[in-house]
């Protein structure tokens, strides 16, 4: 038995992989550049998701609503009758192999039935859903049935000329078209979302006649003002658009813009109801009813007795019942504010021109559809120009043989060979081999004077055609004008009035402030250090006894002020909450009164530290630190425009803080530090700050392990001898000036 090798191998020895196969770099960490990684393995994704998934082309669609429409087409739907949603969806995976759940909402969402789309694209029976409810689902494919709508003959309207390329499916086991050779701006017709990698779009829809008429006023004249033919958009739920010329010429030009859409609504006085019929297209039904009942919930809207979707087959309806000696326009006017019953659509014209993603407004878009229609119009004419000239080529070797017939006859019957037939009629007839094998396969019956006459009076109506193909190749203004004749066949035919109804100027009522002004009358207010407040108005207080306090709970603060006033609670995590003094009801004495974190909505664990009562937001906030820092914000700073009722950062986090002072004029503070040291600081010399959780500027010298301990109005001191501890100036660097120390003046704090 051989002995074992005690030998080791060398450390330098590489890993060897069976029959003597080396593993390259095992165990070795390779460095490879992040910028490397993103373009070899995320920049395809992102490419293939923005190029072909998520944006539309020129013709309108996105690659899976193509690769529907035109397998339904290849399926005879258009003129044929109606098949069941399983099978197109099934057909469809030949060509989109992305899962049929994928391709059956494709197609709800074109049905007429889902009411998506202002020019439906598929003719829906069953359960489509609705576009305009959140909650309404569609039914299963296999229960519903589709074909495609009339209007969908615009959209392969010449297909089979060879007017869009042909690619192969993912298999390569059939075809499919690039593009579709739309007839109309599709592009602008339909609403179109999509969220790529990096970038999205959001097409807003137009009236389909005033787009036609815009398209052909364009052509005509590029600097056509569009306003004047299509004033504003058009959606299928339709709603009131208000009008922003600003805003629309922003959308015609650079394709970017915001336009405001609101519900269209009713009164009922005998019921004295609300009924909503029209909401925009960015919400839904039940983000509407649950943003109301919020409302009605806190309190902000209170003339609302119920509300109810009583959507059936006629079409939407959202009711909302009223409380007696309610103003239906006031209240309207208060729930466009604070609900999606008024809403945005912004719009971001995204669309892949040549494969490129490109941010173009209305003119630009409609500029580019008609260089792509000037194109399919143009290959369309060439492909009949070229049938016409085979059938005018092969009519003319016919004709020739009008002149013997008998000869023809005699060529054929003495030739000996079937394969010798068609060169000895090109030899008897001098006609080319294309001619010969058509006069060849003539049949003998019709091989008569009438027959032959009847196909050679074709020769000069095809003569003229030719010409008349000839000549539109060649002047683009003729391909121009079929272009403009079919947009106005289109509008003609399709066209339909707007749904939504433009609203140039708001009603009077709105331009007032709809917001019900707060009832103005005295109050007291309390405070306590639990959190708790109170409101009694003067009259319930004279009456009341004792106040009804939390066991162990007592009042830190307490004013009398007016109902109408601002309340602002700074809390212990760096918050602020606004809200107004006639936000409470009115209390009594032997009531515990509002616990604020819950009123006010604070977070796990946040408590009002300090409260503040304003009626102009004048005078500063003065926020000290232990570290001997003060910052001095302005009051104005808490004010906001949109009435936030929380604020973040509003004060510094940087340091424990002592002390919230407000000031509303520039006074004295009486401030004591650990070390026994007090001073008087005249808080104009403080810089004021205008970021809310500045950490301010020094104030005192301390040093170390000293803080400040407490700080109060100089007014409320009686010092013998104030200058002995007044700060007479506060230097760039932010230093201060000692004051002396006696045990008589800190006996005072």
């Known amino acids: 038995m051989a002995k074992k090798s005690t030998k080791k191998a060398p450390k330098t020895a590489r890993p060897q992989l069976g029959d003597g196969v080396e593993i390259l770099n095992a165990g070795v960490v390779l460095e490879d550049p992040i910028t490397r990684t993103l373009e070899t393995n995320y920049m395809p994704y992102a490419m293939s998701v923005i190029v ?27 003129k044929g009758p109606r098949t069941k949603s399983a099978n197109i969806v099934g057909a469809t995976m030949r060509l989109n192999p992305h899962g049929d759940a994928a391709i059956y909402d494709t197609m709800v969402r074109m049905g007429r039935g889902n009411e998506s789309l202002l020019v439906p694209l598929v003719d829906s029976k069953g359960n489509f859903g609705k576009a305009y409810s ?11 049935e589709a074909k495609l709508e009339k209007v969908c003959e615009e959209l392969f309207r010449d297909i089979d000329k060879d007017t869009v390329d042909f690619i192969p499916n993912y298999d390569g086991t059939t075809t499919e078209p690039t593009l579709l050779p739309v007839s109309f701006p599709t592009i602008l017709a339909n609403s179109t979302l999509g969220i790529a990698v990096g970038m999205a779009c959001n097409i807003c829809s137009f009236n389909l006649a005033e787009l036609c008429s815009t398209t052909i006023a364009l052509m005509k004249d590029p600097d056509h003002d569009i306003s004047t033919t299509m004033p504003a958009p058009d959606f299928v739920g339709g709603g009131q658009i208000l009008y922003d010329a600003a805003e629309m010429q922003s959308v015609y030009d650079t394709g970017r813009g915001s336009i405001k859409v609101r519900a269209r609504w009713q009164h009922v006085p005998g019921d004295n109801v609300i009924e909503v019929t029209q909401i925009p297209p960015t919400t839904t039904v039940e983000a509407i009813m649950d943003k109301i009942a919020e409302l009605v919930k806190t309190g902000k809207v209170k003339e609302i007795a119920d509300m109810r979707d009583e959507t059936d087959l006629n079409g939407l309806k959202l009711t909302i019942d009223l409380k007696r000696g309610t103003d239906p326009d006031k209240l309207m006017a208060k729930l466009f504010k604070a609900t999606p019953l008024e809403d945005s659509f912004g719009c971001n014209f995204n669309v892949l021109i040549g494969g490129v993603p490109r941010v173009m407004g209305v003119r630009e878009i409609l500029t580019e559809w008609t260089a792509f229609r000037m194109e399919c119009v143009r290959r369309r004419t060439y492909h009949d120009l070229q049938g016409k000239l085979k059938r005018l080529h092969l009519l003319r070797g016919l004709e020739a043989i009008l002149l013997d017939i008998d000869k023809a006859i005699r060529i054929v019957r003495e030739t000996e060979e079937e394969a010798e037939v068609v060169p000895n009629l090109m030899i008897g007839f001098g006609i ?30 095809l003569e003229k055609a030719v010409a008349d193909l000839q000549d539109i190749l060649k002047k683009p203004a003729r391909i121009r004008k079929i272009i403009m004749n079919e947009l106005a066949d289109v509008a003609k035919t399709y066209g339909k009035p707007r749904r939504s109804e433009i609203l140039y100027e708001l009603p009077a009522a709105e331009e007032e402030e709809t917001t019900p002004a707060m009832a103005d009358y005295p109050v007291t207010v309390f405070f306590t250090k639990e959190g708790y407040f109170k409101k009694i108005t003067p009259q319930s207080l004279r009456m009341s006894g004792e106040q009804k306090l939390k066991e162990g709970d007592e009042i830190a603060w307490q004013a009398e002020t007016r109902n109408n006033l601002e309340l602002l609670f700074f809390t212990n995590q760096h918050q602020v909450y606004k809200c107004k003094v006639g936000d409470f009801e009115d209390g009594k004495a032997r009531d515990l009164g509002v616990f604020i974190p819950t009123k006010l909505g604070m977070d796990e664990g946040e408590m009002p530290v300090f409260m503040l009562l304003t009626a102009d937001y004048k005078g500063w906030m003065l926020f000290f630190y232990e570290g001997g820092k003060c910052a001095k914000i302005p009051l104005a700073s808490y004010a906001t425009k949109q009435n936030r009722r929380k604020l973040l950062k509003a004060y510094s986090d940087k340091a424990p803080l002592v002390k919230m002072v407000h000031i509303a004029e520039e006074t004295e503070l009486a401030v004591r530090t650990s070390a026994g040291r007090m001073l008087l600081l005249g808080t104009a010399l403080i810089a004021e700050k205008a970021t809310r959780d500045s950490a301010g500027v020094n104030v005192v010298t301390l040093k170390k392990n000293q803080t400040i301990s ?17 700060v007479r100036t506060l230097p760039a660097t932010g230093a201060i000036i000692r004051a002396e120390d006696t045990s008589e003046q800190m006996s005072l704090l």
């Open 52 to 78: 072909s998934r998520a944006l539309p082309e020129i013709d309108g669609f996105k690659p899976a609503h193509r690769k529907l429409l035109y397998t339904m087409y290849g399926m005879n739907l258009i």
């Open 134 to 144: 959140r909650d309404m689902a569609c039914a299963a494919a296999r229960y519903t």
């Open 432 to 461: 080319d081999e294309v001619q010969a094998e058509y006069v060849a396969e003539i049949k003998l019956r019709h091989l008569n004077r009438e027959y032959i006459l009847k196909r050679t009076a074709e020769i000069e109506e």
């Open 710 to 726: 407490s700080v109060k109005p100089a007014a409320e001191l009686e010092i013998a001898n104030p200058h002995r501890y007044r």
